[in-house]
């Protein structure tokens, strides 16, 4: 068995959730990675790291919400016309 850490980048928290788990090989840790992304909304992304080097990253898709908004809004910028 091997440890893996899962971090996991959660739109509730500053910093990403470390998760960490054995399993058999990378394969078995990256599908539990996508689980943990799979689960709630709230989590955008999912890296996993055995003994410091990164296995594996995933990004959650953006919904469609999440892409009017960030259309809508570009790199943040305020929608009020500049005075």
Do not use: W
């Not at 850490?5 to 960490?20: F, G, H, I, Q, T």
């Not at 909304?41 to 990164?54: C, I, K, M, Q």
């Not at 953006?62 to 305020?78: D, F, K, L, V, W």
């Amino acid at each position: 068995m091997r440890r893996y850490k899962l971090y996991v980048e959660d739109d509730r928290s500053d910093a990403p959730v470390l998760v960490s788990v054995e399993c058999i090989d990378d394969a078995r840790a990256q599908e539990i990675a996508l689980r943990y992304l799979a689960q709630s909304t709230h989590n955008h992304a999912v890296e996993v790291l055995h003994e410091g080097e990164r296995i594996f990253r995933a990004d959650a898709p953006m919904t469609r919400e999440q892409t009017y908004a960030s259309s809508a809004n570009p790199r943040g910028h305020s929608s009020a016309p500049n005075r």
